[in-house]
């Protein structure tokens, strides 16, 4: 896939002049445009948000005028508000009193705004974004594309997306342990990129895309980002016999249709058939990441039915695509949600500003399904993929594949210190046999609670589940011994030692009930239920 460049005079030319940009962020910051003051019950609150989030920004607009009218204070960040999020032309003194430093001029030179008369209008969609992840809390401004509620139709295919659903996933789900160098591949905005210089020394962040690379290099400045280098092209041809030690990518996994009249939208669509692209992205991790280096990613994934072709085997089919890069690595795959084509058709022509009930609608709803009833797929699933280079080459990879599709447990700062310890607990047992497992002395996690039902007047339960309340929250059916067992690890018995006098209390063998045990110990240790 050869580099793209913007096709039309519509793509803002922006500006990244340190003195305009300090001027901006002085603005920004004394009108009060913040995700806390805007989302909060001072400006539109959780009704606007939740409707604006769906795609509606009526109610939004309506909440910020009331809000403007009963505190004369918010007006400024109402003004920005309304026109670089909701995209309503504002009156040119409103801007004026909401950017007093850098003016209309200055930020019509840095390429955000034009005037027309009397009012202003954004070339550009500018809003704030805050986060907490392991290094503390942070806020930026986010500059991308104009979306699907201002200009009122189809997305232009070298759109450049904000944050969205997926990039914010991915942000939460970044492992934040210091690193030399991170590659975000496919940066868009350079949301990823952004994160990852919280925690490497030197980002590398490539795309395919000019017109994205441009919005990335803005944010950068804008937000005092340093150490992030820019690479225009495709996948991993600018890092092309380089090594990284994280690897961060939200891919254009989306599948579409390789046919005449559909779009094909940068940010989400890489050109391939069905998921081959998230499979080419997998095939050269290992390539790309140096020994104990670590690669995160999003991705769709299909699965045939009868006739489909080889190899359409769903969240499987990811431990084959490592395999073919020729590297040993660990992947972890965690599917997250599961779509039939109709649905995920649907989700998808919507995402590029086609409105259901329109003959491009059907058109193009005609031309997904006829794609996937070619290829014999039957369902999409996407998740989350982790894949590991192992420090020694020679050590037997790990392969892990799970389908969680209910809700997270509570991860104050991201799901990235969960993924972590689960990647060090494989690590650790690896190599460790079931007598250097009983060898050891566990403690149960401080987030594990016990839930037990019983029949009316019964003293025994009929069921006994042990419950995370962080991670992925996890719930695993745990008989008498294994919470018992979980119960007594308090790091004063070994695992052995705690089965020895189990065995005795229940009348049991004790090598049948090891045998029994030590596998789920295992597994509860892999996912931070117990800890070495």
Avoid at 16 to 32: K, N, Q, T, V
Avoid at 200 to 206: D, E, F
Avoid at 241 to 251: C, K, L, Q, R, T
Avoid at 432 to 443: H, I, N, T
């Amino acid at each position: 896939m050869p580099p793209t460049t913007p096709t039309d005079d519509s793509t803002p030319h922006l500006s990244i002049d340190p003195e305009a940009l300090a001027r901006l962020r002085a603005d920004l910051a004394s009108s009060g445009f913040t995700v806390e003051r805007l989302q909060g019950a001072d400006a539109w609150g959780s009704q606007a948000g939740a409707a604006l989030f769906r795609g509606e920004r009526v109610a939004a607009r309506r909440a910020l005028a009331r809000s403007a009218a009963r505190d004369e204070s918010l007006r400024p960040a109402a003004t920005l508000a309304s026109l670089f999020v909701l995209g309503y032309p504002q009156d040119v003194d409103a801007v004026v009193d909401a950017l007093p430093t850098i003016g209309v001029e200055g930020a019509a030179a840095l390429g955000l705004v034009a005037s027309e008369g009397d009012s202003v209008r954004a070339l550009v969609d500018l809003r704030p974004y805050a986060f907490v992840d392991a290094s503390g809390e942070a806020s930026w401004w986010i500059a991308s594309d104009l979306g699907e509620l201002v200009v009122e139709g189809a997305l232009r295919e070298d759109h450049v997306l904000g944050v969205g659903g997926a990039s914010a996933t991915l942000a939460g789900l970044m492992i934040s342990r210091q690193v030399d160098r991170a590659l975000d591949l496919g940066t868009g905005c350079g949301i990823q990129a952004l994160h990852a210089a919280r925690h490497a020394r030197h980002v590398v962040a490539t795309d395919i895309s000019q017109r994205a690379l441009d919005y990335a290099a803005f944010n950068a400045a804008l937000n005092l980002v340093d150490g992030i280098e820019l690479r225009l092209g495709s996948l991993f041809e600018p890092v092309a016999g380089e090594a990284f030690d994280h690897i961060v990518s939200n891919p254009p996994f989306v599948i579409t249709p390789r046919a005449e009249g559909v779009p094909e939208y940068e940010y989400r669509d890489g050109g391939m058939v069905g998921d081959d692209l998230v499979a080419s992205v997998v095939e050269g991790l290992g390539r790309h990441l140096a020994p104990g280096g670590v690669a995160q990613l999003l991705g769709n994934w299909e699965s045939g039915g009868a006739g489909a072709v080889a190899g359409k085997k769903g969240a499987y089919s990811v431990a084959d695509w490592a395999a073919r890069g020729g590297v040993p690595v660990d992947v972890w795959v965690v599917e997250r949600e599961v779509q039939d084509p109709t649905a995920y058709s649907e989700t998808w022509i919507r995402d590029g500003g086609t409105r259901p009930g329109s003959a491009d609608f059907e058109r193009l709803y005609e031309a997904w399904l006829g794609d996937f009833e070619a290829r014999s797929v039957v369902e999409v699933g996407f998740g989350y993929l982790t894949v590991r280079r192992p420090v020694d080459d020679a050590s037997r990879p790990v392969v892990r594949t799970e389908r969680l599709l209910g809700g997270l447990g509570q991860n104050d700062v991201g799901l990235g210190a969960h993924l972590l310890g689960t990647l060090d607990a494989i690590e650790l047992l690896r190599d460790l046999d079931d007598e250097q497992l009983a060898a050891r002395r566990l403690v149960v996690a401080g987030d594990v609670t016990e839930e037990r039902h019983y029949w009316p007047g019964n003293d025994d339960p009929t069921v006994i589940s042990l419950r995370q309340g962080g991670g992925f929250a996890r719930t695993v059916d745990s008989g008498t011994a294994l919470s018992a067992l979980v119960g007594a690890c308090d790091g004063e018995l070994s695992v052995g030692a705690i089965v020895g006098a189990l065995a005795q209390l229940l009348g049991a063998d004790e090598a049948a009930l090891r045998s029994e045990l030590l596998p789920q110990v295992r597994e509860l240790v892999t996912t931070g239920m117990l800890r070495a």
